[in-house]
């Protein structure tokens, strides 16, 4: 079965400084991987995923994300946060191998960027 | 707009009563999911379609749930002799799956239930 950890409930920033928000995962095989964001009364917003090749993921807002394999982690980062970041992020996981499997979602992390 | 769109937005009612849930997904994609959503939670996996063939239920979905989607373009999800514990937000979202696409999903903006 695969799954998904976020360990923190919540992250508090100072806005300009450094964010991460962790995700580990477990899949039988190889992992998809991916980041949502969720703000207040919204849908999910998908921000970016690890499918292949470059351990170091680029996608939306400034975000990355660095998979580790050994450490079966997923984590967010972004250099710099803003207060416009503040919102419910999701890490998701699919196993390659799995066939059909839908995304397995965490518990969310609540990310506070204070001015 | 191109999006997932789900209606309604919201949905009061009281126990007991049925309701309905309508998604249409991104017109070129071939999977639509249905997830539930509650506070404090990430979203819980409950059925998805390939077109219109429903290949997977989660035991979350209990048989006073029921989806379906007709002719393999929207999709509806409707919930029988509602109650209580089934108060929160249900999520569309639709991929496109195939040779070489990944098929990360693309959400709606959810319906809200609250059953009184």
């Known amino acids: 079965a695969q799954s998904v950890a976020q360990p923190e409930d919540q992250v508090n920033v100072a806005e300009g400084n450094p964010l991460t928000v962790k995700c580990t995962y477990s899949?039988?095989?190889?992992?998809?991987l991916f980041w949502y964001v969720q703000y207040p009364n919204r849908g999910l917003q998908f921000l970016l995923k690890?499918?292949?090749?470059?351990?170091l993921v680029k996608g939306s807002y400034g975000f990355e994300a660095e998979f580790n394999k050994s450490q079966t982690s997923f984590h967010l980062k972004k250099p710099s946060a803003l207060v416009s970041d503040s919102a419910l992020y999701f890490c998701?996981?699919?196993?390659?191998?799995?066939?059909?499997?839908?995304?397995?979602f965490g518990k969310g992390t609540r990310l506070s960027v204070i001015a | 707009d191109t999006g997932v769109s789900q209606d309604p937005r919201h949905k009061i009612t009281k126990r007991g009563q049925n309701v309905t849930f309508r998604c249409d997904p991104i017109?070129?994609?071939?999977?639509l999911y249905w997830y539930r959503q509650t506070l404090g939670q990430g979203p819980e996996f409950l059925t998805y379609?390939?077109?219109?063939?429903?290949?997977?239920k989660s035991r979350l979905l209990s048989d006073r749930f029921s989806a379906e989607r007709p002719k393999g373009s929207f999709s509806t999800l409707e919930i029988q002799r509602t109650e209580q514990g089934d108060s929160a937000m249900y999520l569309c979202?639709?991929?496109?799956?195939?040779?070489?696409?990944?098929?990360?999903?693309?959400f709606g903006e959810g319906s809200r239930l609250t059953v009184l």
């Open positions: 899949v039988s095989g190889n992992p998809y």
């Open positions: 379609f390939q077109n219109e063939a429903q290949l997977e």
């Open positions: 017109s070129e994609h071939n999977r």
């Open positions: 690890y499918i292949t090749g470059d351990n």
């Open positions: 998701a996981v699919r196993d390659v191998h799995s066939g059909n499997t839908p995304l397995v």
């Open positions: 979202a639709s991929s496109l799956v195939g040779r070489g696409v990944t098929g990360e999903l693309f």
